[in-house]
Protein backbone atom coordinates (compact mmCIF):
# COMPACT_ATOMS: atom_id res chain seq x y z
CA UNK A 1 0.00 0.00 0.00
CA UNK A 2 1.68 3.67 -1.20
CA UNK A 3 2.20 6.14 2.04
CA UNK A 4 3.07 9.20 1.39
CA UNK A 5 4.24 11.37 4.20
CA UNK A 6 4.86 14.95 4.22
CA UNK A 7 6.80 16.82 6.59
CA UNK A 8 8.75 20.68 7.12
CA UNK A 9 5.21 22.63 7.92
CA UNK A 10 5.21 24.98 10.65
CA UNK A 11 4.61 28.80 11.01
CA UNK A 12 6.65 31.25 9.56
CA UNK A 13 6.71 35.34 9.12
CA UNK A 14 6.43 36.95 6.19
CA UNK A 15 9.04 37.02 3.71
CA UNK A 16 10.62 33.93 5.14
CA UNK A 17 10.93 30.61 3.81
CA UNK A 18 9.99 26.48 4.33
CA UNK A 19 10.85 23.23 3.00
CA UNK A 20 8.63 20.59 2.62
CA UNK A 21 9.52 17.22 2.26
CA UNK A 22 7.46 14.03 1.15
CA UNK A 23 8.67 10.63 1.13
CA UNK A 24 6.34 8.18 -0.83
CA UNK A 25 7.00 4.39 -0.09
CA UNK A 26 4.73 1.01 -0.49
CA UNK A 27 5.61 1.35 -3.93
CA UNK A 28 8.12 -0.92 -6.48
CA UNK A 29 7.97 1.71 -9.08
CA UNK A 30 8.81 5.08 -9.52
CA UNK A 31 6.01 7.33 -9.93
CA UNK A 32 5.49 9.04 -13.30
CA UNK A 33 4.83 12.46 -11.72
CA UNK A 34 5.10 14.11 -7.64
CA UNK A 35 3.49 17.02 -6.81
CA UNK A 36 2.07 19.52 -4.42
CA UNK A 37 -1.43 21.11 -3.84
CA UNK A 38 -2.71 23.43 -0.74
CA UNK A 39 -6.17 24.07 0.23
CA UNK A 40 -6.67 26.83 2.51
CA UNK A 41 -9.91 27.61 4.80
CA UNK A 42 -12.94 27.98 3.04
CA UNK A 43 -11.12 27.09 -0.45
CA UNK A 44 -10.95 24.37 -2.79
CA UNK A 45 -7.76 22.58 -3.29
CA UNK A 46 -5.60 24.13 -5.93
CA UNK A 47 -2.38 23.01 -7.90
CA UNK A 48 1.13 24.51 -6.45
CA UNK A 49 3.77 22.23 -8.58
CA UNK A 50 4.17 19.17 -10.05
CA UNK A 51 7.45 17.27 -11.61
CA UNK A 52 7.75 14.61 -14.19
CA UNK A 53 10.10 11.24 -13.60
CA UNK A 54 12.22 13.42 -16.49
CA UNK A 55 12.12 16.46 -14.63
CA UNK A 56 9.80 18.42 -16.37
CA UNK A 57 8.11 20.84 -13.70
CA UNK A 58 4.65 22.83 -13.38
CA UNK A 59 4.17 25.79 -11.19
CA UNK A 60 0.90 27.43 -10.33
CA UNK A 61 1.22 31.11 -11.21
CA UNK A 62 1.21 32.59 -7.67
CA UNK A 63 3.99 30.37 -6.73
CA UNK A 64 6.38 30.95 -9.92
CA UNK A 65 9.64 32.51 -9.42
CA UNK A 66 9.06 31.81 -5.11
CA UNK A 67 8.47 28.39 -5.06
CA UNK A 68 10.83 24.95 -6.12
CA UNK A 69 9.99 21.73 -6.59
CA UNK A 70 12.54 19.14 -6.89
CA UNK A 71 12.83 15.40 -6.50
CA UNK A 72 15.57 13.15 -4.54
CA UNK A 73 17.86 11.11 -5.84
CA UNK A 74 15.87 7.52 -5.31
CA UNK A 75 13.14 9.12 -7.20
CA UNK A 76 10.26 8.64 -4.12
CA UNK A 77 10.76 11.71 -2.80
CA UNK A 78 9.92 15.14 -3.65
CA UNK A 79 10.67 18.86 -2.40
CA UNK A 80 9.10 22.10 -2.91
CA UNK A 81 11.09 25.18 -1.23
CA UNK A 82 9.00 27.51 -0.61
CA UNK A 83 10.73 31.00 -0.28
CA UNK A 84 9.51 35.08 0.04
CA UNK A 85 6.49 33.82 1.92
CA UNK A 86 3.01 35.50 1.84
CA UNK A 87 0.33 35.34 4.67
CA UNK A 88 -2.13 34.48 1.50
CA UNK A 89 0.34 31.10 1.53
CA UNK A 90 -1.16 30.13 4.70
CA UNK A 91 -2.92 26.61 3.45
CA UNK A 92 -2.37 22.50 4.43
CA UNK A 93 0.28 21.53 1.73
CA UNK A 94 -0.59 18.27 0.36
CA UNK A 95 1.89 16.20 -1.61
CA UNK A 96 0.65 13.98 -4.50
CA UNK A 97 2.24 10.99 -6.52
CA UNK A 98 1.11 9.89 -9.92
CA UNK A 99 1.20 6.20 -10.81
CA UNK A 100 -2.31 4.47 -12.30
CA UNK A 101 -3.98 6.17 -9.82
CA UNK A 102 -3.11 9.45 -7.78
CA UNK A 103 -1.95 8.69 -4.14
CA UNK A 104 -2.79 11.84 -1.45
CA UNK A 105 -0.45 12.59 1.34
CA UNK A 106 -2.44 13.55 4.60
CA UNK A 107 -1.00 17.19 4.37
CA UNK A 108 0.80 19.58 6.62
CA UNK A 109 0.01 22.92 8.03
CA UNK A 110 1.79 26.02 6.97
CA UNK A 111 1.52 29.44 8.73
CA UNK A 112 2.08 32.31 7.10
CA UNK A 113 2.18 35.42 9.71
CA UNK A 114 2.04 39.16 8.36
Known amino acids: QVQLVESGGGLVQAGGSLRLSCVAS????????MGWYRQAPGKQRELVATITRAGTTNYYDSAKGRFTISRGNAQNTVFLQMDSLKPEDTAVYYCTADSSYRYWGQGTQVTVSS
Open 26 to 33: GSRFSFSA
